[in-house]
């Protein structure tokens, strides 16, 4: 069945499959993606359509936040931009939630069981847990919004239900609340067991008191006033609140932000994706109570991490996972937004920060394929990585030339072995001479080495193997130099004389010689001999690939320390 006549989003297979035909043609997926949704959107007709996407902020904001709702939005945006309609993106904070308490949560305090207190408070009002922020939401804030721009193009607007509920969204409540037996009978439907009784009001106000949300019951309202009686469940106080002094039933309230900012296009969790589950409830209130047709949606599956130790679901509320900070910290936005891109949106993606490295040989490799320097292993495959290589570019396309690319891990080991003051003049020249920068490198080269220099250092500060982690011995020590052998100093002194008349300083050329200097020992002797070797430049007896390490160095200071063995 063709992409575009395909009714409901949940059955399409730009889901789950990387290439689907779309329009007589293989497209990436969200090519195809952006084809079903152009019929939808072009039928509503609007001069400005409305892409939106949701977060709670109950804990850690990580990385898993930035696929369904920022990157798979943004992109979809700029595609169909490109195809002149104009659209306008969201991402909304749903702030006004009860914060649960929970274990995890409880733990970012320095005292979890006086911060017990805080339970079922909106998130906006619990304090941040170190003091120094307005809120909890603004803490944990911090890692994730103001770097948002860096994922995308910058053209994303934050709002919260805070600030809603004091504008639009505050005559969204009084026409929930005239409306109360509607919203009442199409809620019942998919509640089961726990019905709203008749005369049920639609709102959980702030308890003056206690600060709860999520334990009060609204007894009568106020219209003209905009104001709600009610009594909290927990501490017995009964009072009178404002309308915008608290929150509607979250189906509602999903409803209601649709509503207030015209929302045409929304993805969700695989949570809310079930036949007759969550989005679909929303779907209804939103058709036969408010009158308005609820927008296009999409699901997503969930990201995980993964650690040497295994792997998780990322979760917000129970900590799991790393930000957008710590991600940027190690690595280029492009690459995961590659590793998003390439992806369908009901397949899990699993990432660690341990293996940043092989994430940049997956781009490398697009990278490749996209200037036409390897080939793809087969026609879906050529589509998926030119697609997802090029869409990994926001503000900019790629750049008219291939880029350099100096591997992540040679580049970690030359950023500990070379100071920092001397990056900008030497580590162009260092990785020239090992053979992984050409000998004309262009501003885009340059650049994107220095941005990778720091992160790669951090990257093995943290998270690399210990063998990947160096530091140079600049002299050698008395007491190492007495640990080697006398077999051992007179093979290294041999090994520095042969690297001393190479005609070119290069990881081939060193590895050249070192193959055929060892060649014929026995196996053990190879490996008594390198744990020497290793000993006299890094003061252990293990390290990085030897022929690459002696690359990055200087030819003159190699040959030095062979020699005074």
């Known amino acids: 069945m063709a992409v575009e006549f395909v009714q409901d989003v949940r059955q399409a297979r730009f889901l789950r499959e990387p290439v689907v035909e779309s329009r007589g043609e293989l497209k990436h997926w969200i090519d195809a993606l952006a084809d079903w949704l152009e019929e939808r959107l072009r039928a509503r007709g609007k001069e400005v359509y409305v892409f939106n996407g949701g977060l709670s902020v109950s804990g850690l904001q990580h990385v898993g936040r930035l696929r369904g709702e920022v990157i798979i939005l943004e992109t979809l945006r700029r595609i169909l931009s490109q195809r ?18 929970k274990d995890s949560q409880l733990k970012a305090f320095p005292n979890p069981e006086e911060a017990r207190r805080y339970t079922g408070w909106p998130l906006i009002r619990v304090p941040d847990p170190k003091g120094e922020l307005r809120s909890w939401v ?80 609204a007894l009568e309202v106020d219209l003209e006033r905009e104001m709600v009686r009610y009594r909290c469940k927990q501490c017995g106080h009964e009072g009178w609140a404002k309308l915008w002094d608290g929150k509607l039933n979250w189906r509602i309230e999903w409803v209601g932000v649709w509503w207030a900012l015209g929302v045409d296009f929304e993805p969700y969790g695989k949570d809310h994706a079930t036949p007759g589950g969550s989005r679909d409830s929303a779907n209804e209130l939103a058709r036969l109570v408010y009158g308005i047709e609820p927008p296009e949606g999409l699901p997503y599956e969930w990201v995980a991490v993964k650690t040497p130790d295994g792997e998780a679901d990322m979760s917000s509320s129970d900590f799991i996972g790393f930000t957008p900070r710590e991600w940027l910290e190690v690595a280029h936005p492009e690459v995961l937004r590659f590793l998003m891109l390439k992806t369908p949106p009901m397949r899990k993606i699993s990432l660690g920060l341990h293996e940043v490295p092989q994430y940049y040989e997956q781009y490398y490799k697009a990278e490749r394929v996209y200037y036409g320097v390897e080939t793809a292993g087969s026609r879906e495959e050529d589509i998926v990585l030119r697609r997802s290589y090029e869409l990994s570019y926001t503000r900019a396309g790629p750049p008219e030339k291939m880029p350099a690319q100096p591997p992540y891990t040679h580049v970690a080991i030359l950023a500990q072995i070379l100071p920092e003051n001397l990056w900008r003049s030497e580590a162009v020249k260092r990785l020239q001479r090992s053979g992984h920068m050409p000998d004309n490198p262009t501003s885009f080269d340059i650049e994107r080495l220095m941005a990778l220099l720091p992160r790669a250092k951090r990257w093995a500060e943290r998270y690399a193997p210990s063998h990947i982690r160096v530091k140079i011995l600049e002299e050698l020590p ?80 190699v040959v030095s320390r062979l020699s005074s063995i």
């Open 138 to 217: 603004d803490r944990f804030w911090l890692d994730f919004g103001p770097y948002i721009p860096e994922f995308t193009d910058g053209q994303v607007e934050v709002v919260t239900t805070t600030e809603l509920y004091r504008g639009k969204l505050l005559e969204f409540v009084k026409m929930s609340v005239e409306r109360r037996e509607e919203v009442r009978r199409v809620i019942n439907r998919y509640r089961g067991r726990k019905p709203y009784p008749e005369g049920w009001i639609p709102f959980e106000a702030i308890c003056a008191r206690c600060g709860r949300i999520d334990s009060t019951e």
């Open 84 to 101: 002149g309609l104009r659209i306008k993106q969201y991402l909304t904070l749903y702030t006004q939630d009860a914060w649960k308490g």
């Open 478 to 557: 008395d007491d190492v130099r007495s640990r080697v052998p006398d077999w051992a100093r007179k093979a290294l002194r041999e090994l520095g004389e042969k690297l001393a008349v190479l005609e070119e300083w290069s990881e081939d050329a060193i590895k050249n010689v070192m193959i055929e200097f060892t060649r014929g020992w026995e196996p053990a002797k190879r490996r008594e001999f390198y744990r020497y070797f290793y000993l006299v430049f890094v003061g252990r007896e293990s390290g990085p690939r030897a022929a690459p390490l002696l690359a990055l160095l200087d030819r003159e200071f």
